[in-house]
Protein backbone atom coordinates (compact mmCIF):
# COMPACT_ATOMS: atom_id res chain seq x y z
CA UNK A 1 0.00 0.00 0.00
CA UNK A 2 1.35 3.12 -0.79
CA UNK A 3 1.21 5.61 1.38
CA UNK A 4 2.66 9.71 1.29
CA UNK A 5 2.03 11.60 4.53
CA UNK A 6 2.22 15.62 4.95
CA UNK A 7 3.63 17.22 7.87
CA UNK A 8 4.91 20.54 8.78
CA UNK A 9 1.57 22.97 7.59
CA UNK A 10 0.42 25.28 9.70
CA UNK A 11 -0.18 29.30 10.62
CA UNK A 12 2.70 31.54 9.82
CA UNK A 13 2.75 35.33 9.58
CA UNK A 14 3.76 37.03 6.25
CA UNK A 15 8.08 36.89 5.84
CA UNK A 16 7.98 33.49 8.29
CA UNK A 17 9.58 30.32 7.48
CA UNK A 18 7.72 26.50 7.31
CA UNK A 19 9.80 23.25 6.20
CA UNK A 20 7.22 20.73 4.86
CA UNK A 21 7.85 16.84 4.68
CA UNK A 22 6.24 14.04 3.34
CA UNK A 23 7.29 10.75 4.11
CA UNK A 24 6.61 8.25 1.55
CA UNK A 25 6.06 4.13 2.12
CA UNK A 26 5.06 1.64 -0.47
CA UNK A 27 7.48 2.87 -2.89
CA UNK A 28 10.66 2.37 -4.49
CA UNK A 29 11.23 5.77 -3.61
CA UNK A 30 14.71 6.61 -5.49
CA UNK A 31 13.04 5.99 -8.83
CA UNK A 32 10.13 8.87 -8.05
CA UNK A 33 10.11 12.39 -9.18
CA UNK A 34 8.90 13.87 -5.95
CA UNK A 35 6.80 16.71 -6.51
CA UNK A 36 4.65 19.37 -3.93
CA UNK A 37 1.61 20.96 -5.57
CA UNK A 38 -1.17 23.45 -3.88
CA UNK A 39 -4.25 24.62 -3.87
CA UNK A 40 -5.79 27.60 -2.94
CA UNK A 41 -9.52 27.97 -2.35
CA UNK A 42 -11.22 28.25 -5.76
CA UNK A 43 -8.43 28.09 -7.87
CA UNK A 44 -6.68 24.89 -9.55
CA UNK A 45 -3.63 22.76 -7.80
CA UNK A 46 -0.78 23.93 -9.26
CA UNK A 47 2.85 22.73 -9.14
CA UNK A 48 5.39 24.46 -6.40
CA UNK A 49 8.34 22.15 -7.39
CA UNK A 50 9.45 18.80 -8.17
CA UNK A 51 12.66 16.84 -7.78
CA UNK A 52 13.88 14.15 -9.86
CA UNK A 53 15.66 10.92 -9.03
CA UNK A 54 18.85 12.36 -10.18
CA UNK A 55 18.09 15.44 -8.04
CA UNK A 56 17.21 17.62 -10.44
CA UNK A 57 14.60 20.29 -9.19
CA UNK A 58 12.52 22.44 -11.23
CA UNK A 59 10.25 25.14 -9.19
CA UNK A 60 7.33 27.41 -10.54
CA UNK A 61 8.12 31.35 -10.68
CA UNK A 62 6.14 32.34 -7.80
CA UNK A 63 8.39 30.60 -5.20
CA UNK A 64 11.96 31.01 -6.91
CA UNK A 65 14.43 32.38 -4.90
CA UNK A 66 12.10 31.50 -1.59
CA UNK A 67 11.10 27.82 -1.43
CA UNK A 68 13.51 24.87 -1.63
CA UNK A 69 13.10 21.26 -2.38
CA UNK A 70 15.19 18.40 -1.11
CA UNK A 71 15.26 14.85 -0.79
CA UNK A 72 16.33 12.31 1.57
CA UNK A 73 16.32 8.47 0.13
CA UNK A 74 17.70 6.86 2.90
CA UNK A 75 14.31 8.29 5.09
CA UNK A 76 12.10 8.27 1.78
CA UNK A 77 11.22 11.80 2.60
CA UNK A 78 11.12 14.91 0.63
CA UNK A 79 11.19 18.55 1.77
CA UNK A 80 9.61 21.44 1.29
CA UNK A 81 11.80 24.57 2.51
CA UNK A 82 9.77 27.93 2.61
CA UNK A 83 10.77 31.15 3.28
CA UNK A 84 9.84 34.89 3.22
CA UNK A 85 6.31 33.45 2.95
CA UNK A 86 3.44 35.46 1.31
CA UNK A 87 -0.40 35.24 1.99
CA UNK A 88 -0.47 34.51 -1.54
CA UNK A 89 1.16 31.27 -0.86
CA UNK A 90 -1.36 29.93 1.55
CA UNK A 91 -2.68 26.84 -0.08
CA UNK A 92 -3.13 23.32 0.81
CA UNK A 93 0.05 21.81 0.01
CA UNK A 94 0.23 18.07 -1.37
CA UNK A 95 3.09 15.68 -2.00
CA UNK A 96 3.16 13.60 -4.93
CA UNK A 97 5.13 10.76 -6.34
CA UNK A 98 5.61 10.27 -9.67
CA UNK A 99 7.48 7.04 -11.87
CA UNK A 100 6.15 6.85 -15.66
CA UNK A 101 2.81 6.06 -15.54
CA UNK A 102 1.89 5.82 -11.91
CA UNK A 103 1.19 8.76 -9.50
CA UNK A 104 0.16 8.81 -6.12
CA UNK A 105 -0.77 11.85 -3.77
CA UNK A 106 -0.92 12.48 -0.18
CA UNK A 107 -3.62 13.78 1.71
CA UNK A 108 -2.38 17.68 1.59
CA UNK A 109 -1.67 19.96 4.72
CA UNK A 110 -2.91 23.53 4.97
CA UNK A 111 -0.54 26.54 5.18
CA UNK A 112 -1.75 29.81 5.92
CA UNK A 113 0.38 32.77 5.54
CA UNK A 114 -1.84 35.76 7.60
CA UNK A 115 -0.72 38.58 10.24
Known amino acids: QVRLVESGGGLVQPGGSLRLSCAAS????????MGWYRQAPGKQRELVAT???????NYADSVKGRFTISRNNAENTVYLQMNSLKPDDTAVYYC?????????WGQGTQVTVSS
Open 96 to 104: NALFRTLTY
Open 51 to 57: ITSADNT
Open 26 to 33: GITFTLYT
